[in-house]
Each structure stands twice: as C-alpha cells, then as structure tokens.
C-alpha cells in the first residue's frame, strides 16, 4: 500500500514554479522528496534534503494533542516550536542558495 | 465574608465557581490553528504566499476582535485561550511577515525581468527591421 504511494508521488512529482522560471530554489524546495524520503524510511535521507520537515510534523501532532487535551504551557511551547521552526526553514534556505546546489 | 464594598466576594467557594464558570475566548483556537498553517502554507512555490498571507491576516483579524472582548470583560475568559491567542497571533505576524517577504522578492524578480525586456524590446531598430 504504502509502496504503490511512494510510486504514485514519485511519478507526479511537480517542479516548484519559482525553480522553473528563476532557476533559484524557493525555501519550500525539497520538501517533496524529503516526504518521500521520510515515507520510505529513510529518515536521514529527509533530514539532509530538507531538515525541517520531520519538526514541523512534530509540531502539527503537538498542535492536535493541544488542541484536544489542553496543556497547561502548550501555547507558549508552540509558539517556540514555530519560531524554532521557521529558523530552520531560514537558515536552510541561506544554506542550499549558497553553498549547495541539490539536483 | 463578603466585601461589600469593593463588590467582589471573598468567599473561595464562589470564586473558584466563578473561575470554572469562565467560558472560552471565541475563535481563539481557529486564530493558533490559522496563524500555525500560515507558516507551512507561506514558502512554497509559486501561488502559496498568497494562501500563507490571506491565513495570517484573518488570523490577526479574528486575534484582534477576541482581544477587543478580553478587555472589555477580562474575568469572562479563560485564561488559557488568552494564551492561545496570544500565541497564534505571534505565530500569524512571523507568517505574515515571512510570505510578505517571499512576495516583494517575487515582485522585485517581475520588476527587474519587466524592465530588462522593456529595454531589449525598446533597443530593437524596429524601423529597419520593416522597412
């Protein structure tokens, strides 16, 4: 089941509109093949091509738990959560524009 | 046991009914909800800032509304939607300001693209060319 979706997100992946017309990676590139890395277990894998994926859902299930059970600090947690989060998206995206050049 | 004066009771009993009988901040859970997806929904190519912008300004619409009902009645609400609020909305202005971002370097691309072909469209000796 899970191999017939890898499958099927492999063959309609689509190419980020900003990488086609500019030839300059948008901050959200890679995030396609990291969730395919990440559904094919390979966890490393999707943390080098885009290292914020894995938090961000760490994040979203923090956010439903939250949400339905009401933690006491659970607001300011997400909070830092999404200020950490969106560091990580910054600092990879100076990362890949300047020093790497992913294919 | 009770304060006459000041109008408040003293009495723990009540107070802690009071406490429980505090409702929730209206939309204080969908201004988190929003102001967290307008982040994941702001870098992403090509349309999307305008998805991640739209989230974060109904997300500070709806923050800046349910304040406006905390300190009109600051005893009515919880205490923990407040915090709720607070953080989506912190959460919707770093959206905010991060699609806003990726939109001015779109716009500035457009710009500096519309203005090379304008010059190379304008350097054509048109005139030779047809006649």
């Given at each position: 089941m899970l191999e017939h979706l890898t499958d099927w997100l492999e063959s309609h992946m689509r190419t980020c509109t900003i990488r086609e017309h500019t030839g300059i990676y948008c901050a959200g590139c890679g995030l396609q093949r990291s969730v395919i890395a990440l559904l094919k277990g390979h966890i490393m894998e999707s943390l080098i091509l885009y290292p914020a994926l894995i938090p961000i859902l760490l994040m979203f299930t923090f956010l439903f738990f939250h949400l339905v059970f009401r933690f006491r600090s659970?607001?300011?947690?997400?909070?830092?959560?999404?200020i950490g989060n969106v560091s990580i998206v910054f600092m990879h995206y100076i990362y890949i524009l300047f020093f790497q050049q992913i294919n | 046991?009770?304060?006459t004066e000041t109008g408040q009771t003293q009495n723990p009993e009540i107070q802690n009914q009071l406490i429980q009988d505090r409702i929730q901040l209206p939309n204080a859970t969908a201004v988190l909800v929003l102001g967290i997806f307008s982040i994941v929904t702001s870098w992403c190519c090509g349309i999307f800032p305008f998805v991640g912008l739209t989230l974060g300004i109904i997300s500070l619409a709806l923050s800046s509304k349910a304040q406006q009902l905390f300190n009109e009645n600051p005893r009515l609400y919880t205490e923990s939607s407040m915090k709720n609020l607070n953080?989506?909305?912190v959460c919707a202005i770093?959206?905010?300001?991060f699609s806003g971002l990726i939109i001015m370097i779109g716009i500035i691309y457009l710009m500096v693209v519309g203005a090379t072909l304008g010059t190379i469209f304008s350097s054509i000796p048109w005139e030779n060319i047809f006649n």
């Open positions: 659970g607001a300011s947690i997400l909070k830092y959560m999404f | 046991m009770e304060n953080a989506g909305k770093i959206g905010l300001v």
